[in-house]
């Protein structure tokens, strides 16, 4: 079962309850969601925006874990595949591939997305915008096993360290009150 556009647009619609200082920003893919919903097929030519979810996954010592990706060291994201029933499910699926981390949860009440950030989309996606949502999931530091294969290509880092300033500073508003 795929992630529906309907489910997006109600993610969405969750997403700017909290936050509707981003409504302007979050039209564009919102509107391409609902057209979808509606019609049930796209006719935007190829021109919709691209979604893509990831995980930040924190352990109980409030680290965030994060992925080597060529040079650099951040946060794995993918776009939802035709098994994945939600954009959450996605986020988990992306640790499960990307980092082989099995064993995660997702604080109750807090199962919306902390950021969606947006950005040009990937060369291969052409002129378009990615859509990027991001959900704070917990886990145990033991998942990383020293000397592991997946050790080697994650490491924990100081939540002051997760950049930008508005997902560090989310991040740290929803831990304390999960708390």
């Given at each position: 079962?795929?992630?529906?556009?309907?489910?997006?647009?109600?993610?969405?619609?969750?997403?700017?309850?909290?936050?509707?200082?981003?409504?302007?920003?979050?039209?564009?893919?919102?509107?391409?969601?609902?057209?979808?919903?509606?019609?049930?097929?796209?006719?935007?030519?190829g021109n919709?925006?691209?979604?893509?979810?990831?995980?930040?996954?924190?352990?109980?010592?409030?680290?965030?874990?994060?992925?080597?990706?060529?040079?650099?060291?951040?946060?794995?994201?993918?776009?939802?595949?035709?098994?994945?029933?939600?954009?959450?499910?996605?986020?988990?699926?992306?640790?499960?591939?990307?980092?082989?981390?099995?064993?995660?949860?997702?604080?109750?009440?807090?199962e919306s997305?902390?950021?969606?950030?947006?950005?040009?989309?990937?060369?291969?996606?052409?002129?378009?915008?990615?859509y990027g949502?991001?959900?704070?999931?917990?886990?145990?530091?033991?998942?990383?096993?020293?000397?592991?294969?997946?050790?080697?290509?994650?490491?924990?880092?100081?939540?002051?360290?997760?950049?930008?300033?508005?997902?560090?500073?989310?991040?740290?508003?929803?831990?304390?009150?999960?708390?």
């Amino acid at each position: 079962m795929a992630v529906e556009e309907s489910a997006i647009v109600k993610e969405l619609n969750h997403y700017l309850l909290d936050h509707p200082d981003e409504t302007a920003v979050m039209t564009p893919l919102f509107d391409a969601m609902l057209d979808h919903s509606r019609l049930g097929h796209c006719f935007h030519d190829g021109n919709c925006p691209v979604v893509k979810a990831g995980a930040i996954l924190i352990d109980e010592r409030g680290r965030a874990l994060a992925l080597r990706h060529e040079d650099a060291w951040g946060f794995a994201e993918d776009a939802p595949s035709a098994a994945d029933e939600s954009l959450s499910r996605t986020a988990v699926r992306v640790l499960e591939e990307f980092a082989g981390v099995h064993d995660v949860w997702m604080i109750p009440g807090t199962e919306s997305p902390v950021l969606v950030d947006t950005s040009r989309a990937a060369p291969e996606d052409g002129p378009r915008t990615r859509y990027g949502f991001r959900y704070l999931i917990r886990t145990h530091s033991s998942v990383l096993l020293p000397g592991g294969t997946v050790a080697s290509r994650a490491r924990w880092i100081p939540l002051d360290e997760v950049g930008p300033p508005v997902l560090r500073a989310r991040l740290k508003d929803r831990l304390a009150v999960a708390r």
